[in-house]
């Protein structure tokens, strides 16, 4: 059985209809067959405010197709939910183990097709680029990530999962980087 994990926090009950036309809603994505994390950060250009992040698991044990499709139809719930303007993900890098890269491969084909259908454009960005843009150096750890983005969003605590932090980490990476 498939479960689906979110850990949402909504700042303030925003409302998706209170944004006004300066700001910007980016998707962040960190594609994975059995974690996909998730992350929704608005910015005017010069603040983010944090949305929500969560994680979409499937379990091995569910026939390979339906997880497949089991990611698509959250991230579809989750694009109707929060209305994004843009998305980010974290580009495919080199791998020692080819099978969990060709599934890792699969999950963002799905996800690209998603944002594609709602008309969502999408930008890649390198591991190391992510990390850099959010903690100053392309070599840092999960932690480190983690604990920068609680700073950078103003959050009690530090985002959770990992692949959810990484998701708001690559929504950072996508502001920052079309910022003039």
């Given at each position: ?5 979110t ?8 409302k ?17 067959l ?8 608005d910015s ?9 992040h ?11 197709g339906?997880?497949?499709l ?12 929060y209305?994004?303007?843009e998305?980010?993900?974290e580009?495919?890098y ?25 008309n969502i454009p ?8 992510i ?8 070599k840092?750890d ?13 959050l ?8 959810a932090a ?15």
């Amino acid at each position: 059985m498939m479960t689906f994990k979110t850990y949402i926090q909504i700042v303030n009950s925003l409302k998706i209809s209170n944004r006004n036309n300066k700001t910007r809603r980016v998707l962040g994505i960190d594609p994975g067959l059995a974690h996909t994390g998730w992350g929704i950060i608005d910015s005017d250009g010069i603040k983010y405010k944090y949305i929500a992040h969560g994680v979409i698991e499937t379990t091995a044990c569910t026939p390979h197709g339906k997880r497949l499709l089991y990611i698509f139809t959250q991230l579809y719930e989750i694009i109707s939910q929060y209305a994004p303007d843009e998305a980010s993900m974290e580009k495919l890098y080199f791998v020692n183990n080819v099978t969990s890269a060709l599934s890792v491969a699969e999950a963002r084909g799905i996800i690209i097709l998603c944002l594609e259908q709602n008309n969502i454009p999408l930008a890649e960005y390198a591991p190391t680029n992510i990390k850099r843009s959010v903690c100053g150096t392309g070599k840092a750890d999960k932690i480190i990530v983690q604990n920068c983005l609680k700073m950078l969003l103003g959050l009690k605590q530090i985002p959770e999962p990992n692949h959810a932090a990484d998701a708001l980490a690559a929504s950072i990476t996508h502001i920052n980087s079309s910022i003039i």
